[in-house]
């Protein structure tokens, strides 16, 4: 079947680089989502990633993917204060068993300490 | 532009009212979701639209009745409500079914 998992917290200094990490146990080719929750927010889309990729960069985000260990990371580098939020590990199935339905893992509250 | 909006942004009804909550994006996606999330806790999807038709029903109680009414409008029609439907409601959208799902800001709603 198919689950998601994430560590609950992380807490980092200002201007270290932050590493949240998550398992999938999925094997399908499927597509791999970070999303960021700030309290009484909805959920910002942050990134995303095929499995069929290693890495990807957006300025301070680099998602590194793992395909034999199942295994997807967000590192955040130079983290700042307003990066604290929950931040959620997804996953949808690509093809034609794609219903749009996003597994989530539970969550990863980064806290980022001044 | 990849907005997303919601209203109301608070709402409180007590259990023998009927109330709607609105999604509205205007990025020509078509898929559209409504999802319900409990504090600390991951959203749970309610139901799918695909194509402006009901394509998932996660076995959501009859008291919570979506509605898709075009493209770029989705509705979801609240009744006989209990206390632990208190949450906050978040819809998304996307290009396609199984595209990046974007979210609005939520409609956090207490029920008394």
């Known amino acids: 079947g198919e689950d998601v998992e994430q560590s609950l917290f992380l807490s980092v200094r200002e201007g270290d680089s932050s590493v949240i990490n998550c398992t999938y146990t999925?094997?399908?080719?499927?597509?791999l989502y970070w999303y960021k929750q700030e309290p009484g927010a909805g959920l910002q889309l942050l990134t995303y990633?095929?499995?069929?990729?290693d890495m990807k960069q957006d300025q301070r985000l680099t998602v590194l993917l793992n395909k034999k260990d199942k295994h997807l990371s967000l590192r955040i580098a130079d983290t700042q204060t307003g990066d604290s939020a929950i931040y959620f590990c997804?996953?949808?199935?690509?093809?034609?068993?794609?219903?749009?339905?996003?597994?989530f893992g539970q969550g990863t509250t980064l806290q980022v300490k001044p | 532009d990849t907005e997303v909006t919601q209203t109301p942004k608070h709402l409180v009804m007590g259990m023998t009212n009927k109330k709607s909550l609105k999604c509205e994006q205007h990025?020509?996606?078509?898929?559209m979701y409504w999802y319900k999330q409990k504090a600390k806790k991951p959203p749970e999807l309610m139901f799918v639209?695909?194509?402006?038709?009901?394509?998932i029903n996660e076995s959501v109680p009859s008291r919570f009745s979506p509605e898709c009414p075009n493209s770029s409008l989705l509705n979801l029609h609240l009744h006989a409500l209990q206390p632990e439907d208190s949450a906050l409601y978040l819809c998304?959208?996307?290009?396609?079914?199984?595209?990046?799902?974007?979210f609005g800001p939520g409609t956090r709603l207490t029920v008394t």
């Open positions: 998304a959208s996307s290009q396609h079914p199984g595209y990046e799902q974007y």
């Open positions: 999925d094997s399908s080719s499927t597509y």
């Open positions: 990633i095929f499995s069929n990729m």
């Open positions: 997804a996953e949808t199935l690509h093809g034609s068993s794609n219903t749009g339905k996003l597994i």
């Open positions: 990025m020509g996606h078509r898929a």
């Open positions: 639209y695909s194509y402006e038709k009901l394509s």
